[in-house]
DNA sequence: TTGGTTGGTAGCATGTTGCAACCGTCGTGA
DNA sequence: TCACGACGGTTGCAACATGCTACCAACCAA
């Protein structure tokens, strides 16, 4: 139903992301089992969704590899929801919608939460795209190497 | 109608970012101006979506400032889409979806479109979340420091 | 001036979302 | 051990968004 190919599977990685992730809610799903969220009570309360779309939503990314369902840490015998690998490698793509929020999304005196380094409790560095030199790219400074033209 | 708060306008900068964007469309829609598409034509052609779709898409991508509607380049009478700062601020989002897709939906020999660095046409570096003082961060590194908690 | 391209709009069928009500299981306190 | 509330769903339905197709008005080239 939810399968393959919302969108062209086609050879673009970006595409094939996007459909595996399958839609904002799964992608503020992630974000709350980044922040600690386990329990299905827990991301319905974060999110204020619907319960019938939550759970189609886990379901998906559970399918998807991209959570995997566990018994619950506390010994009772209800099931949680954690990052797989495959999750946690999500990571830099909350980080960067985080950061892009942050810097168009606010003014400067607005409160927002906040992703801290937890040693220091410092905010992180913003992310920086790099060649595999280390060189900081901007967009321009880049280019898709198209599958047809190799 | 697209407007305010699809989810909560929360307090969390991922949140308003996913609103600001809109649906997984637009998302791609900016991918393919990164690439240097322009024309209405040539995103519809890229991404095979309905014209009323890429109609609407186009039109709130402008109103929320991330793309901005100029004269065409090639002195016809016809409009451009193209970044402005603030979708361009986009563009390590993009790269992360991307190398995600990378790590996790192509096999090793399989090929897909590969985002290269143009002056030396190899593939980029990963990105890596960094603390303010130049650790790398993994996700049980960080913690959301809550506007409540402030 | 005619015909094709560009960039849309309009109408309609279908799919997806969200809401609310319901329900079985689990856990806890008495 | 029993009752009651919390947990984790499922179901049905109404409303909304999506996608398809047809249409259309500029624009531009011949």
Chains 1, 2 share one sequence.
């Not at 410092?122 to 030199?133: F, M």
Request: proline residues 4%.
């Amino acid at each position: 139903m939810v399968a393959r190919t919302r969108f062209d599977d086609s050879e673009c990685p970006v595409a094939r992301s996007v459909d595996a992730i399958g839609d904002w809610w799964s992608l503020l799903i992630v974000r709350d089992a980044f922040d600690g969220s386990r329990r299905f009570g827990e991301f319905q309360r974060s999110l204020g969704v619907a319960k019938n779309i939550l759970t189609a939503r886990l379901r998906t990314l559970v399918a998807g590899g991209v959570l995997e369902s566990v018994p619950a840490s506390d010994g009772s015998a209800y099931r949680e929801y954690v990052l797989t690998p495959k999750g946690k490698a999500l990571f830099p793509v909350i980080v960067a919608l985080r950061q892009w929020g942050e810097q168009h999304f606010f003014d400067a005196d607005e409160p927002h939460s906040e992703l801290v380094d937890r040693r220091q409790g410092h905010s992180l560095r913003a992310l920086e795209v790099l060649s595999a030199d280390g060189r900081r790219l901007n967009p321009d400074d880049t280019a898709v190497h198209k599958v047809s033209d190799q």
